[in-house]
């Protein structure tokens, strides 16, 4: 079974989601949407009370939902629970909030999107285009990230042909790669500027990003001239990969004098650019 994760935004607010190729579903994070339905500071204890209620009441919809591994506030992958759109839909039922009616109109709207952007793959750049947008990145910013999702996907495709497995090995490749250009660890780089559940390239200025890309693609065509056999192999090459954007980095901070790893985010960028708050990145408490 495949499956691809994303985050999902609702109000600004993220919900945690991987999409499953074979059943052509998404499954969406259970506490992520509690927390979103209810404002809840505990949304797992509210959860867990939820679970025992519909128990007690003989339902079986708790029963029948499962568990997947997704991205958690430290990045490690951790078992969550889930429940796909039509299990939702009746959770929902269950949950009183003055945003149920609309987050049912974008759930249903988001499992209608997947579907359409099988058929029609441009439709992906298309939303997420849209989606930065929205939040108030300039397009420069965005042509910049767009370009990194592709250099990402094709570094990960690299490594799946090698053999490497999605998870811990390709968290553990991605640390050793941003540690060989920024000096830093991918939870010491979200330390810095102040990041939990957010996204860490959404986060990066652009010249953190093109650096952060030229990282990747480098990683990528030394796999592919060096043919690594197995994952200690891939280790080294991603360090070498990540010392190629380390020299770019330290010759550019020699001639302006300037860091290029800062503790700016995306708040404080698009606090420059006068975005209004409320469409500024949310953190997650």
């Given at each position: 079974?495949?499956?691809?994760?994303?985050?999902?935004?609702?109000?600004?607010?993220?919900?945690?989601?991987?999409?499953?190729?074979?059943?052509?579903?998404?499954?969406?994070?259970?506490?992520?949407?509690?927390?979103?339905?209810?404002?809840?500071?505990?949304?797992?204890?509210?959860?867990?009370?939820?679970?025992?209620?519909?128990?007690?009441?003989?339902?079986?919809?708790?029963?029948?939902?499962?568990?997947?591994?997704?991205?958690?506030?430290?990045?490690?992958?951790?078992?969550?629970?889930?429940?796909?759109t039509?299990?939702?839909?009746?959770?929902?039922?269950?949950?009183?909030?003055?945003?149920?009616?609309?987050?049912?109109?974008?759930?249903?709207?988001?499992?209608?999107?997947?579907?359409?952007?099988m058929?029609?793959?441009?439709?992906?750049?298309?939303?997420?285009?849209?989606?930065?947008?929205?939040?108030?990145?300039?397009?420069?910013?965005?042509?910049?990230?767009?370009?990194?999702?592709?250099?990402?996907?094709?570094?990960?495709?690299?490594?799946?042909?090698r053999?490497?497995?999605?998870?811990?090995?390709?968290?553990?490749?991605t640390?050793?790669?941003?540690?060989?250009?920024?000096?830093?660890?991918?939870?010491?780089?979200?330390?810095?500027?102040?990041?939990?559940?957010?996204?860490?390239?959404?986060?990066?200025?652009?010249?953190?990003?093109?650096?952060?890309?030229?990282?990747?693609?480098?990683?990528?065509?030394?796999?592919?001239?060096?043919?690594?056999?197995?994952?200690?192999?891939?280790?080294?090459?991603?360090?070498?990969?990540?010392?190629?954007?380390?020299?770019?980095?330290?010759?550019?901070?020699?001639?302006t004098?300037?860091?290029?790893?800062?503790?700016?985010?995306a708040?404080?960028?698009?606090?420059?650019?006068?975005?209004?708050?409320?469409?500024?990145?949310?953190?997650?408490?």
């Amino acid at each position: 079974m495949t499956k691809q994760d994303a985050i999902k935004i609702f109000q600004d607010k993220k919900v945690r989601t991987l999409w499953d190729d074979e059943k052509e579903k998404w499954y969406f994070s259970i506490i992520d949407v509690i927390e979103i339905l209810t404002n809840s500071p505990r949304p797992r204890k509210y959860w867990h009370a939820l679970k025992t209620k519909l128990a007690t009441e003989g339902s079986e919809l708790s029963q029948n939902m499962g568990q997947l591994k997704m991205a958690a506030e430290d990045g490690k992958m951790r078992m969550t629970d889930v429940a796909d759109t039509e299990q939702l839909f009746r959770l929902i039922q269950s949950i009183p909030s003055p945003k149920a009616e609309p987050f049912k109109l974008w759930l249903a709207k988001t499992a209608c999107e997947r579907l359409d952007e099988m058929q029609d793959p441009e439709l992906t750049i298309d939303r997420a285009l849209e989606q930065y947008l929205h939040i108030g990145y300039s397009e420069n910013w965005i042509n910049q990230r767009l370009k990194s999702i592709e250099i990402r996907k094709e570094l990960t495709d690299e490594w799946k042909k090698r053999g490497l497995k999605e998870g811990q090995q390709f968290a553990t490749l991605t640390d050793i790669i941003t540690n060989a250009w920024a000096g830093k660890t991918t939870k010491e780089y979200k330390i810095l500027k102040g990041l939990k559940k957010e996204n860490l390239r959404d986060n990066m200025t652009n010249t953190e990003l093109i650096l952060n890309m030229l990282a990747e693609a480098s990683t990528k065509d030394i796999s592919q001239a060096v043919n690594p056999k197995d994952f200690e192999q891939s280790k080294k090459v991603a360090r070498q990969g990540g010392n190629v954007a380390n020299v770019a980095r330290k010759e550019l901070e020699a001639k302006t004098g300037k860091k290029v790893v800062t503790a700016l985010n995306a708040k404080e960028l698009l606090k420059v650019k006068g975005v209004p708050e409320k469409l500024k990145p949310k953190n997650k408490s």
